[in-house]
Each structure stands twice: as C-alpha cells, then as structure tokens.
C-alpha cells in the first residue's frame, strides 16, 4: 500500500487511527494483525500516520510497541504552530499535510465525532495518554490557559519545565491563571515558584480550599479528575465549549472567591479567623464530615480538630452545632 498522494488519508490508515483512538493505547502490531493487514500494510500505515502527527511517541516506561493517538484537532494545530515558523522554506509541505490532516479530522467527525458546536468527553486511565493530553493542552493554546491545583507541586525540574510553559504562552499573548491552595505559600520553594510566576505575568490566586485539579484551555477544552479523592481512577477530557462552560463558571467562582498571591483580603465579620478557619466553619456548616473537610483543607484530622477548638473558643460556644448557628447569625457563613 502506497501513501496516498492527493492530500486525503488512506482507507486503511484510516482504519488503523480509528481502532487505536477507540482504544485510548493498544500494542501496533497487535492491532494491525487484528485488522488483517499485512506486515508492509502496517508499516506503511504507520509511516502514515506519524507523518500526519497523529501518532504519539512511546514513552519510556511503556510496553515495546505501544502507541497512542494525536486528536485531528490537536495534530493540526500543532503542525500549523510548526508550519508558520519556518513557512518560507516549507510552504508546499505544510499545504499538503494540511489537507491530508484536514481530510482525516472531517472524516473521523462525520463517523461520530464531535464538531466544534458539540460537546465531546474522553476517559483516560492511562497515565501515558493523560500525559499526552496536558502535553496537547499546553501546546495549543492560542488566548487563555486556567488551571487550579489542590495538591503540592513537585519541587525541582517540574518547577522549572512549568515556568517555560508559562513564559512561552505569555509571550505568545495568552492569558495564563492559576489558584493554588493557601497553605503551600509555607513552603518555601513553591513560594518562590509562584512568586516567579508572578513576575513573568502569570495571575496567581491562593484560596483555602480548592475543589479539584482543573485545567481549562481557550474556554473549549478542560482536563480533570474523574474522581477529585482518588487520582488513580484517571481523568477526563471534555471537549466543546457548550460542556467546558460549566467547568469553566465552577473555576470563576473559585476565582472570585481566592485573594491575589501577596495579597490578604479583608473580612467583613470574624477578622481574627484565618483563611483557613473561616473554610473549616463554612462546610462544617453546609453538613460536610470532617473527612472530608479534612481531604479539602489538606489537613489531618487532628489539625481539623485544633482548628475547630479555635474557632469554637473565638465565638465562645461549646459544641460545633453552637458554632455554625452563631457564625451565621454574624454573618461569617456569607
């Protein structure tokens, strides 16, 4: 089988994309001898479809020959982004792979896929292709880039690798937003990663409690957990404008609820409360156990303990349903 030379994708290049795409990750030649194609047959369908960018490189830990897939959308991104940076020497190389990627994504679409208008939702489990997803993410942004994040960041090289994304999407024109949870401003090298962050133009926001992790690309494409209390469960990755605006109203209110990194926000009521207690105090209130107050404040159940004595000893009551009755009454829960 010979590569197409008319700008459109191969029957069976085709095939093979699709199989692969259902699958999330498969081993290649596996799946190639399931769809009955000979070994040139797979071999030129993976030349292919690494040409067009629609195959993901294999990582390090993974099995010899698995692969996974590049959305159409992403594929074609990404190979303009390339494309316009060296368009004077390969003009005519970037025409026809656009049409040989454009053709594929039609063709994918009118199969089942989502168009921009609709909403589309991916369940990934495998850590590789979650990987690749915040790979993607990252290198397609074109306005605004949103993320919020419960837990400690890795320290060290992870730092550094988020700190070139952020300048090269600012430096692009994007927007880059984040919020992180308050307490990590205590350790002293995500104080100074965010403090960096905000002298590259990054808007940095701490919040007593984050919901979940959250990554909001130009308001079309969100990535999060599938389970915020257990990571291992994977992710999810919504795409179309019509689903992320729902994730993307949760992030403005998260937002609009955080104070700017360096920045504390006076309180209306109960000035002698921290951030932190302030959010003990509300979800206790909203009948939230403390395990989960706990889970959401990053906190052990002992220092949930200690901090509600505190707050208890601050409003004078004895018993936390006395607590949450008198913090409403003074407008605290507001």
């Not at 690309?217 to 969100?222: N, Q």
């Not at 955080?258 to 209130?285: C, D, V």
Request: a negative charge; one cysteine or more.
């Amino acid at each position: 089988m010979s590569r197409p030379t008319d700008g459109k994708s191969s029957d069976q290049a085709l095939a093979v994309y699709q199989e692969l795409r259902n699958r999330g990750s498969s081993n290649y030649g596996e799946l190639t001898a399931e769809l009955g194609l000979s070994d040139a047959e797979a071999q030129s369908c993976w030349v292919e479809l690494t040409q067009l960018g629609l195959l993901a490189e294999p990582a390090s830990d993974d099995s010899p020959g698995t692969v996974a897939v590049v959305d159409p959308e992403v594929a074609l991104l990404r190979t303009l982004a390339q494309e316009q940076r060296d368009m004077r020497q390969r003009q005519l190389r970037a025409e026809d792979r656009y049409a040989a990627i454009e053709d594929l994504a039609g063709r994918y679409m009118r199969g089942g896929g989502a168009t921009h208008a609709e909403v589309e939702v991916e369940v990934l489990t495998s850590r590789r292709r979650i990987q690749q997803a915040l790979e993607d993410l990252s290198e397609t942004v074109k306005d605004e880039s949103a993320s919020m994040h419960p837990g400690a960041l890795p320290i060290g090289e992870f730092l550094e690798r988020g700190l070139a994304r952020d300048r090269r999407l600012l430096e692009s024109g994007a927007r880059v937003r984040a919020i992180y949870q308050q307490r990590f401003v205590a350790v002293p090298a995500l104080a100074e990663y965010f403090s960096r962050q905000v002298e590259l133009g990054v808007e940095v926001r701490l919040a007593p409690v984050v919901p979940l992790n959250m990554i909001l690309s130009d308001r079309r494409f969100a990535l999060l957990p599938i389970d915020p209390d257990n990571h291992a469960a994977g992710a999810v990755l919504a795409r179309g404008s019509a689903l992320v605006r729902s994730y993307l109203a949760l992030y403005e209110y998260c937002w609009q609820t955080s104070s700017a990194f360096g920045h504390t926000e006076q309180r209306r009521g109960g000035e002698r409360l921290t951030e932190q207690q302030h959010a003990a105090i509300r979800m206790l209130a909203a009948g939230m156990k403390d395990e989960k107050i706990a889970r959401s404040l990053g906190v052990s159940l002992r220092t949930l303990s200690r901090l509600m004595s505190e707050v208890m000893q601050e409003l004078g009551t004895s018993s936390r349903f006395e607590a949450g009755v008198r913090a409403a009454r003074l407008g605290w829960l507001d």
